[in-house]
């Protein structure tokens, strides 16, 4: 139990194209998801936490615009990296947790990544 | 705010050796605390965790005991393997739902 799932688990795109990932929570319903983007050995930077059904928080430094998250269901938030530039090329991190008592009360569960190349 | 403090890298150490990977943190309240390992290209795997003071996570010979007094969590091996290399996280989650990670240390194993 507890799987996060990321798709893709990498995608290269041309520099002014748009991509979405996907995050979905298989097994639980995932009342908030958090989204980091992770650059080559450092730490996981949190972007933005979303709740299902309201506007995503972004934090400081995070462009809202650029970065466009979207949690429809409980079990899924996307992320769309807008007009994509190189320096936008990084490993692209969630993560779900829910209230509930399953799977695990107010724990983190994390996707695979998805590390994204803009050329 | 809350932050997380590791014991920085890189650890080398020799196949069996033991291992201590220092953490410790500052939070408001009563956090949990968790320890993850990334392996090369794949995302973060919880590795062991802890909701209250003293508790012992443990998983893989991996243990960290949650210490409120010295607000430390650090991470132990008894005999590290080749497979065990990785780099660690420590991290600390409060009721708030926020996640705080430490910088990362990353571990080699040599045969």
């Known amino acids: 139990g507890a799987v996060v799932s990321q798709h893709p688990s990498w995608v290269i795109c041309k520099s002014g194209t748009s991509v979405k990932i996907e995050c979905r929570s298989l097994d639980f319903q995932a009342t908030t998801m958090f989204w980091y983007r992770q650059f080559p050995k450092q730490s996981l930077m949190l972007m933005a936490t979303s709740n299902e059904g309201s506007k995503a928080t972004y934090e400081q430094g995070v462009e809202k615009d650029k970065f466009l998250i979207n949690h429809a269901s409980l079990t899924l938030s996307t992320l769309t990296v807008t007009s994509a530039h190189p320096e936008d090329s990084s490993f692209y991190i969630c993560?779900?947790?829910?209230?509930?008592?399953?799977?695990?009360?107010?724990?983190?569960?994390f996707g695979p990544g998805t590390r994204l190349t803009v050329l | 705010g809350d932050s997380v403090t590791q014991m920085e890298g890189p650890v080398t150490l020799s196949e069996e050796a033991f291992l201590t990977i220092n953490c410790t943190y500052t939070a408001t309240g009563y956090p949990s605390l968790f320890w993850y390992v990334q392996y090369p290209g794949e995302g973060l795997q919880l590795l062991l965790k802890a909701t209250k003071a003293d508790d012992k996570g443990s998983n893989k010979g991996f243990e960290a005991t949650y210490r409120k007094e010295t607000t430390s969590f650090h991470l132990e091996k008894g005999s590290v393997q080749v497979s065990d290399s990785a780099v660690y996280f420590c991290a600390l989650n409060t009721n708030a739902g926020k996640s705080t990670f430490g910088d990362g240390t990353t571990l080699t194993v040599k045969p």
């Open positions: 993560s779900a947790r829910t209230i509930d008592q399953y799977p695990s009360y107010n724990e983190q569960f």
